[in-house]
Every structure is written in C-alpha cells, then in structure tokens.
T-cell receptor
Framework: AQSVTQLGSHVSVSEGALVLLRCNYSSSVPPYLFWYVQYPNQGLQLLLKYTTGATLVKGINGFEAEFKKSETSFHLTKPSAHMSDAAEYFCAVSAGNNFNKFYFGSGTKLNVKP | EPEVTQTPSHQVTQMGQEVILRCVPISNHLYFYWYRQILGQKVEFLVSFYNNEISEKSEIFDDQFSVERPDGSNFTLKIRSTKLEDSAMYFC????????????FGDGTRLSIL
C-alpha cells in the first residue's frame, strides 16, 4: 500500500528565505511522486513530478524536489521565498503504471512573512 | 492552457436529496477521477474512470455514489441520497494516461449538506 506523510501542517518563512517542505512516502512498488499547490478557492495545480531518471526534478515557480529512495523522501525546496508562494502544498504518490489512484499527504500551509 | 472545469462551485442540498456534480475534463484526456476533501482532512481518492467504466474505486465509493460520462465532454458524480458526512470539497481530475501521468484538477465543488 502507499501513503504519504507531510511533516509540519504549517510552515512560516520570511520573504527571501529558503523554503523546505517535507514529504515522506511509503510504497511497496517504485513510486511516482508529485507536488501540487493549492491557492485559496482554487484547485490543485501541479508543481512537479518524479517518475524515473534524474532524482532532482525542477518544477514551476522556482521549486524543485529531490527523490531520495534510501530516505523514502521527496522534499520540496525553493531557494528564495516570494510572497506569492503563500499557499497550501500537497505531496502525492501513485503506485506505478497499473494504478490510477493518487495518495495525498495532509498538506502544508506555507506562510511567507514580509 | 486547457483546464478541468467543475460546476457548480458551491452546492447546498438537504440531507436525503440527490446531487449531481459536473465536470468537463481536458478534451484529449482518457482517464477521469473524483476525489474529495472533508474540511481539515486529506484529499481522498473516490473513483477512476476509463473507457466508459470504473477502473478503480475506494471503499468510500459505495452504492450511494455513481459516475457517468453521458456525452463526449462531461463527467458526472451522483450522490443518490446525501448524508451530512458527504459535506466536502469534491475535485474532478483528468489525465492523459495512468501511473506516472500527472492528474489535472478542477477548482472543486463545495458540497454542503443541511
């Protein structure tokens, strides 16, 4: 079975500071991993994904994430936070080619202070 | 960029009534999904749909729920006899393929059961 744990339901950073949002997954098969962002009253927007190949993946808005199999992690980072990054971020895992279901983490709300 | 659109954005219904949530997936996508998010909880998978039939469903998706693709563009979720605990945000998603393909989400329908 698959599951996702996001440590920290709320993270607060200053504008210009490093953003680090943590995601650990559990999967019985090689996982496909995703990060989504949700702005208020909007749907989930794909930030980036890892399927195979390079373990450091780059996404939109300057975000990137690194797949670390040994740590079962897929943490999301951005070198310098912007006010517009304030939103809720969701990590998700799917179980591989034969499955459609995404398992989501509980989400992390990012607050960016001026 | 193509979008998944959902209507209505907010639906208020009396307990016991039937409700239909509507979605227009991205036109060249083949897989369709419904997820729900109860306030303060994780986004949960309900059902996936491919080639005019359900390909996977969760234990939440009981006999009260049904999905349909009545024409070439719409994808609907029907809840036959709503309960208070059905109050949630319902998200429709679509993807070109399965597994590693990202799912594209609509903005959701907030369902409130009175």
């Amino acid at each position: 079975a698959q599951s996702v744990t996001q440590l920290g339901s709320h993270v607060s950073v200053s504008e210009g500071a490093l953003v680090l949002l943590r995601c650990n997954y559990s999967s019985s098969v090689p996982p496909y991993l995703f990060w989504y962002v949700q702005y208020p009253n909007q749907g989930l927007q794909l930030l980036l994904k890892y399927t195979t190949g390079a373990t450091l993946v780059k996404g939109i808005n300057g975000f990137e994430a690194e797949f670390k199999k040994s740590e079962t992690s897929f943490h999301l980072t951005k070198p310098s936070a912007h006010m517009s990054d304030a939103a809720e971020y969701f990590c998700a895992v799917s179980a591989g080619n034969n499955f459609n279901k995404f398992y989501f983490g509980s989400g992390t709300k990012l607050n960016v202070k001026p | 960029e193509p979008e998944v659109t959902q209507t209505p954005s907010h639906q208020v219904t009396q307990m016991g009534q039937e409700v239909i949530l509507r979605c227009v997936p991205i036109s060249n996508h083949l897989y369709f999904y419904w997820y729900r998010q109860i306030l303060g909880q994780k986004v949960e998978f309900l059902v996936s749909f491919y080639n005019n039939e359900i390909s996977e469903k969760s234990e939440i998706f009981d006999d009260q729920f049904s999905v349909e693709r009545p024409d070439g563009s719409n994808f609907t979720l029907k809840i036959r006899s709503t309960k208070l605990e059905d109050s949630a945000m319902y998200f429709c998603a679509s993807s070109e393929g399965r597994g590693g393909q990202p799912q594209h989400f609509g903005d959701g329908t907030r369902l409130s059961i009175l």
